[in-house]
Antibody
Framework: QLVQSGAEVRKPGSSVKVSCMTSRGTFNSFAVSWVRQAPGQGLEWMGRIIPSIGTTNYAQKFQGRVNITADKSTRTAYMELNSLRSEDTAVFYC????????WGQGTRVTVSS | QTVVTQEPSLSVSPGGTVTLTCGLTSGSVSTNNYPGWYQQPPGQAPRTLIYSTNIRSSGVPGRFSGSIVGNKAALIITGVQADDECDYYCVLDLGGGTWIFGGGTKLTVL
């Protein structure tokens, strides 16, 4: 099971950090991806981390603005998005592995002045 | 820039069969793209149907199947039911640890 942090409200230009708590098995054996879904829009892959080795990959669109990390002590993955703009208002999901076979419940982030 | 293409909308009658496709603007989709398919009811998180072209996720009924048809990945739904009316997304592995989702297909059961 993937359990995400709660909803956030941010002002334009600020940052947000969303967490995704995993199980030991997931953390040690699978990548964790982050997926954005703006209101009424489709799914957008942002990037991923392989927590066991710390390797990250990012979609070109988000490169330089997103930072995905993982904390071994709490088996939690994090997605930090910087320089927020109104278009970043969305639900953010974490998903497990290459199969995306398990999804978090989603975290709503609202960017508004 | 590579784009993953899906039909924006499809309709099907209850009990019928429908095929959703997933293509690449840059070329053909193959098993090396490890296509996955996800169902998303309104207001809910996505649910995994198929991964790695044709492997059904745990608990997914056999009327959902995946394959490569021509130069695209395909999700075939047989015996369509009313609660299959959802959005469906495909995802492709572009290599180098990066993935891309299609724009989604809105399936209407008439």
């Amino acid at each position: 099971q993937l359990v995400q942090s709660g909803a956030e409200v941010r002002k334009p230009g600020s940052s947000v950090k969303v967490s995704c708590m995993t199980s030991r098995g997931t953390f040690n054996s699978f990548a964790v991806s982050w997926v954005r879904q703006a209101p009424g829009q489709g799914l957008e892959w942002m990037g991923r981390i392989i927590p066991s080795i710390g390797t990250t990959n990012y979609a070109q669109k988000f490169q330089g603005r997103v930072n995905i990390t993982a904390d071994k002590s709490t088996r939690t993955a994090y997605m930090e998005l910087n320089s927020l703009r109104s278009e970043d208002t969305a639900v953010f999901y974490c998903a497990r592995g290459e199969a995306f076979d398990m999804w978090g419940q989603g975290t709503r982030v609202t960017v508004s002045s | 820039q590579t784009v993953v293409t899906q039909e924006p909308s499809l309709s099907v009658s209850p009990g019928g069969t429908v095929t959703l496709t997933c293509g690449l603007t840059s070329g053909s989709v193959s098993t090396n793209n490890y296509p996955g398919w996800y169902q998303q009811p309104p207001g809910q998180a996505p649910r995994t149907l198929i991964y790695s072209t044709n492997i059904r996720s745990s608990g997914v009924p056999g009327r959902f199947s995946g394959s490569i048809v021509g130069n695209k990945a395909a999700l075939i739904i047989t015996g369509v039911q009313a609660d299959d009316e959802c959005d469906y997304y495909c995802v492709l592995d572009l290599g180098g640890g990066t993935w891309i989702f299609g724009g989604g297909t809105k399936l209407t059961v008439l």
